[in-house]
Structure formats: C-alpha cells, structure tokens
C-alpha cells in the first residue's frame, strides 16, 4: 500500500507570494492533518480535514487555509507569505479523525521563502 | 505552541549501547506514539501505545505507556549507525482531537 505522498518536495517563494501545497494520504484514510515544523517551534499542528470538513485547528493566522477533496486528497494554501513561514510542512493522514488514529507522515515539503 | 517535554534533547553513544529516552506530559494522555525522522523526511511510525502500562515492541525498540498516564519512554537496545535520527514522542489526551509532539531526542551514533 503506497505512503502518503505530498507535493512538491522541495519550493522557493519570495515574501508577499502565495503557495499551495498537495498531500494525497494513503489509500482508505479519509483524515488528512496538517503540521507546521521549524527548528525552533518543532512540530505544529495546522489543521485536519475529514470528509472534506475542517474538523480541527491549530493557532496560526489566517493566510493558512486548506481544503479536502472528495477523494481525500488535501492542499494548504498560504497567502502573502513571510520570512518566518519558511519550514518543513508535513501531511498526516489516518482512518479516523481526531486524532482517535494512528497518524501516518508524508516525506514534507520544504518551503524557503526568500 | 504547546509540546511534551521529552529528554534527553540529544544522545552521542557509541555502537552497540543501549539508548533510553522520555516523554512528559502535564496532562493524562489516552494514546502515545513513537515516531523517528531522518534528514529532509517526515516521521514514521515506530510504536503506538493505547493503554497505561502497555510495553510493546518493534524489533530493537521497546516503549511503554507509562502507569501514570503522563509519560511514555523509548528504548533501543544494541543501537547501530542507521538508529541515527531525531525520535519524536506524541501524545492525545481525552477530550481533545490532535496530538501534540515532543521536543525530539537526537540520536547520534559513533561507530
């Protein structure tokens, strides 16, 4: 059964642009989570999307969005983007949400922004 | 952001030593998972532990849910060059729907 795969692995953007980020998760999971990672922050819970619902949140600004299709694949958008948004973003996916599940990883998408 | 605190922050050991580390919570946790993550990849899943007390193992690695509920530790015995890595704790308490992360060990093996 194939990991979860996100794309692109590897960006650089230029403050003020906007990126989207994709993650499909693995077959038969239906809950996608998102997670913000830096050196100095370690890992930081973005959101979560079930059933194409955003069923959780974490404490970021509103240029992070996301959304969740049909097929569970998920994207995360952010806006007008800052020196401090470059990081390491990782999907997780699992059967169940809330948490109530095993997450699985995804290899991350380095995002530079210069 | 909120994190567990896990301990110790980093690890040099030699060959074949046996590796111990922690993971505490200020709050019971009902799920505890182990994760290790190398350079430029995500976590993967090394335990998961759903009840106080439970020791489960993989391999080299044994962690237990510790009684209390608070803590959880990882253990790797007769550690060997590829165990190098970041080792990453998580943890879910009832009533809440993420799971918050640890700090990281980094483990770093000499030959």
């Known amino acids: 059964k194939a990991g979860v795969t996100q794309t692109p692995r590897y960006l650089i953007k230029t403050r003020g642009q906007q990126v989207t980020l994709s993650c499909s998760p693995i077959?038969?999971?239906?809950?996608v989570s998102w997670y913000q990672q830096t050196p100095g922050q370690g890992l930081q819970f973005l959101f979560e999307?079930?059933?194409?619902?955003?069923?959780n949140k974490g404490n970021f600004p509103g240029r992070f969005s996301g959304r969740q299709f049909s097929n569970s694949r998920s994207e995360m958008n952010v806006s007008t983007l800052e020196l401090g948004d470059s990081a390491l973003y990782l999907c997780?996916?699992?059967?169940?949400?809330?948490?109530?599940?095993?997450?699985?990883f995804g290899p991350g998408t380095r995002l530079t922004v210069l | 952001g909120q994190q567990l605190n896990q301990s110790p922050q980093s690890m040099f050991i030699q060959e074949g030593e046996d590796v111990s580390m922690n993971c505490t919570s200020s709050?019971?946790?009902?799920?505890w998972l182990w994760y290790k993550q190398e350079p430029g990849e995500g976590p993967v899943l090394l335990i998961a532990?759903?009840?106080?007390?439970e020791l489960t193992s993989n391999g080299r690695l044994t962690a237990q849910f510790g009684i209390t509920r608070k803590d959880s530790f990882l253990n790797i015995s007769a550690s060997i060059p590829s165990d190098v890595g970041i080792y990453f704790c998580?943890?879910?308490?009832?009533?809440?729907?993420?799971?918050?992360f640890g700090t990281g060990t980094r483990l770093k093996v000499l030959a």
């Open positions: 077959s038969g999971h239906r809950s």
């Open positions: 709050s019971i946790f009902n799920t």
């Open positions: 999307y079930f059933s194409e619902t955003q069923r």
């Open positions: 998580a943890g879910r308490s009832s009533g809440t729907y993420k799971y918050i």
């Open positions: 997780a996916s699992s059967l169940s949400p809330g948490g109530t599940d095993t997450q699985y």
């Open positions: 532990l759903y009840k106080a007390g």
